[in-house]
């Protein structure tokens, strides 16, 4: 009678276990859901963290996941990734141990030129440095050496996220990597091969006056390093790096709201890029 019983508790148990894991990854899916909506309709995202009690980094990503899913279901095809939170001070800010990895789609890659405040719920600008590969990276990047080899060109980029959550005062470290790190618009420079990334100097001008500054060493103190970091991010969590994607490692000068206006982010030697925000 004994054995019967703890069998059937065993079972039990096991459904129990089943319903629960099936009733929280219906969770993540509605969550990634409304994530979507609010990309697609670009309106304040809601907060992952108060739709899921504890939200992990891990489930996190999970969320991201998922809205890329849906995002490739809807046509949109992943082009590559980018680094956020790649300061210490961010980290700290929005209570994450590390920065913060999002997906890039081929939709958000666009040419300098003019952009229009109805695309964005609310958009910033940051200076960054981006990397296509020519070929494919399956397994963790061990060396930098190795890493140089699968780099085909270097440009200068700049990133217009959309940071726009409902209550900017209540945003986590989660909520940001589960709203794919708030990905929107990047815009992409010509490439030049530079040697010295970290030494590079980035000065963003708004109608003529300079806002904001920094060099390439300030993206997790090393633009290989943090380049590295982003691939092995992606492949750990089962990603994939492959020919032709981009990596943008993160802003090297300060993340700033955007106003209407004229725009330059001048990187000297390594080029310069001007676009008009209205």
């Given at each position: 009678m004994m054995k019967k019983l703890s069998y059937f508790c065993l079972i039990l148990s096991v459904f129990l276990f089943l319903g629960a894991s099936s009733v929280f990854s219906a969770s993540l899916d509605e969550t990634a859901g409304k994530i979507e909506n609010s990309f697609a309709a670009k309106k304040p995202y809601g907060h992952a963290s108060q739709e899921i009690d504890g939200l992990t980094v891990d489930q996190a990503y999970e969320i991201q996941a998922r809205f890329v899913k849906i995002r490739e279901n809807k046509g949109d095809e992943v082009m590559g990734y980018k680094a956020g939170l790649t300061s210490a001070a961010a980290q700290q800010k929005f209570g994450v141990k590390e920065a913060a990895r999002g997906t890039l789609f081929k939709s958000m890659f666009r040419w300098p030129g003019t952009l229009y405040q109805k695309n964005f719920a609310r958009m910033f600008i940051e200076t960054e440095i981006g990397f296509r590969f020519g070929k494919d990276i399956t397994e963790p990047v061990e060396d930098i050496e190795s890493l140089k080899k699968a780099v085909a060109?270097?440009?200068?980029?700049?990133?217009?996220?959309?940071?726009a959550f409902k209550d900017m005062k209540a945003i986590k470290g989660t909520d940001i990597i589960a709203a794919n790190v708030v990905a929107r618009k990047v815009l992409i420079g010509d490439a030049v091969w530079v040697k010295d990334l970290n030494a590079i100097e980035v000065k963003l001008f708004h109608n003529g006056q300079e806002i904001a500054g920094g060099m390439g060493k300030n993206a997790?103190?090393?633009q290989w390093e943090a380049l590295k970091w982003v691939v092995n991010n992606v492949l750990a969590r089962g990603g994939e790096i492959k020919d032709g994607y981009v990596v943008i490692t993160g802003c090297i000068s300060k993340l700033l709201p955007a106003k209407p206006g004229n725009y330059v982010a001048d990187?000297?030697?390594?080029g310069k890029i001007?676009?008009?925000?209205?």
């Amino acid at each position: 009678m004994m054995k019967k019983l703890s069998y059937f508790c065993l079972i039990l148990s096991v459904f129990l276990f089943l319903g629960a894991s099936s009733v929280f990854s219906a969770s993540l899916d509605e969550t990634a859901g409304k994530i979507e909506n609010s990309f697609a309709a670009k309106k304040p995202y809601g907060h992952a963290s108060q739709e899921i009690d504890g939200l992990t980094v891990d489930q996190a990503y999970e969320i991201q996941a998922r809205f890329v899913k849906i995002r490739e279901n809807k046509g949109d095809e992943v082009m590559g990734y980018k680094a956020g939170l790649t300061s210490a001070a961010a980290q700290q800010k929005f209570g994450v141990k590390e920065a913060a990895r999002g997906t890039l789609f081929k939709s958000m890659f666009r040419w300098p030129g003019t952009l229009y405040q109805k695309n964005f719920a609310r958009m910033f600008i940051e200076t960054e440095i981006g990397f296509r590969f020519g070929k494919d990276i399956t397994e963790p990047v061990e060396d930098i050496e190795s890493l140089k080899k699968a780099v085909a060109i270097i440009f200068p980029a700049v990133e217009l996220p959309d940071l726009a959550f409902k209550d900017m005062k209540a945003i986590k470290g989660t909520d940001i990597i589960a709203a794919n790190v708030v990905a929107r618009k990047v815009l992409i420079g010509d490439a030049v091969w530079v040697k010295d990334l970290n030494a590079i100097e980035v000065k963003l001008f708004h109608n003529g006056q300079e806002i904001a500054g920094g060099m390439g060493k300030n993206a997790l103190g090393d633009q290989w390093e943090a380049l590295k970091w982003v691939v092995n991010n992606v492949l750990a969590r089962g990603g994939e790096i492959k020919d032709g994607y981009v990596v943008i490692t993160g802003c090297i000068s300060k993340l700033l709201p955007a106003k209407p206006g004229n725009y330059v982010a001048d990187y000297g030697d390594f080029g310069k890029i001007e676009f008009e925000f209205k």
